[in-house]
């Protein structure tokens, strides 16, 4: 069965520190790792997302580490703001076929103290 | 503006009836989906359609219905043989199946009362 493994389900920063939110797979076909972010009451959006081809990707304050062997990746949030409270879900998909969408791991709600 | 839409945004059902919640995007994607979200759950796959005229089961389809009539539509109803059926409900699309970017609704909230 495909997964994606999130941790942790909760988190909590002071304003300033670097969030770390990890995600592992089992599935090699995986070719597309996004995160998403959302607010409560509110859909999820597109953050950033990797591809398998590279190992690091940054955009602005939030940056994708891919480790393509351990099949792990995870986001980091530098100066992490009280505004980046939110849920963040990691998610994967299958290009090679059979898969349903995006596979989604379970969650990480971010909390930013101020 | 083109997106998501879903509407209404809170529905309230009563035990044994049947419901659709609505599910419009303008931006021309081929591709849309349904997911369930629970507490704790994450996002999981009710229904997907990769084109207009079809449609095809997910990881939950069970006591869920869809259609897809038209590109720019695909509503969910929740049948009365749905067990559990509060939850967030959210609304995605995408260019074309297994396309990139996934564009979500803003979700509407069921509450069975």
């Known amino acids: 069965q495909q997964q994606v493994k999130q941790s942790p389900q909760s988190l909590i920063v002071q304003k300033g520190g670097i969030s770390i939110i990890n995600c592992a797979y089992e599935?090699?076909?995986?070719?597309?790792f996004p995160w998403y972010q959302q607010f409560p009451g509110k859909g999820p959006a597109l953050l950033i997302a990797?591809?398998?081809?590279?190992s690091e990707k940054k955009e602005g304050r939030f940056t994708i580490s891919f480790n393509k062997s351990a099949k792990q990746f995870s986001l980091h949030i530098m100066d992490s703001q009280p505004g980046d409270s939110a849920t963040y879900f990691c998610a994967a998909r299958d290009s090679g076929g059979g898969a349903d969408g995006l596979t989604f791991g379970k969650g990480t709600h971010l909390i930013i103290q101020p | 503006d083109g997106g998501i839409t879903q509407s209404p945004k809170y529905l309230f059902r009563k035990e044994g009836q049947n419901v659709t919640l609505s599910c419009e995007q303008n931006?021309?994607?081929?591709?849309m989906y349904w997911y369930r979200q629970d507490p704790g759950q994450g996002l999981r796959l009710i229904y997907y359609?990769?084109?207009?005229?079809?449609?095809q089961k997910g990881d939950i389809a069970e006591g869920y219905s869809v259609s897809r009539e038209k590109k720019e539509s695909f509503p969910l109803t929740v049948t009365s043989a749905q067990k559990n059926p509060t939850a967030f409900y959210l609304c995605?699309?995408?260019?074309?199946?297994?396309?990139?970017?996934?564009?979500f609704g803003q979700g509407t909230r069921l509450t069975v009362v």
């Open positions: 990797i591809r398998p081809d590279v």
């Open positions: 931006l021309n994607h081929d591709a």
């Open positions: 599935n090699t076909a995986f070719d597309y």
């Open positions: 359609s990769q084109i207009v005229n079809d449609f």
């Open positions: 995605a699309s995408s260019i074309r199946y297994q396309g990139t970017e996934a564009f």
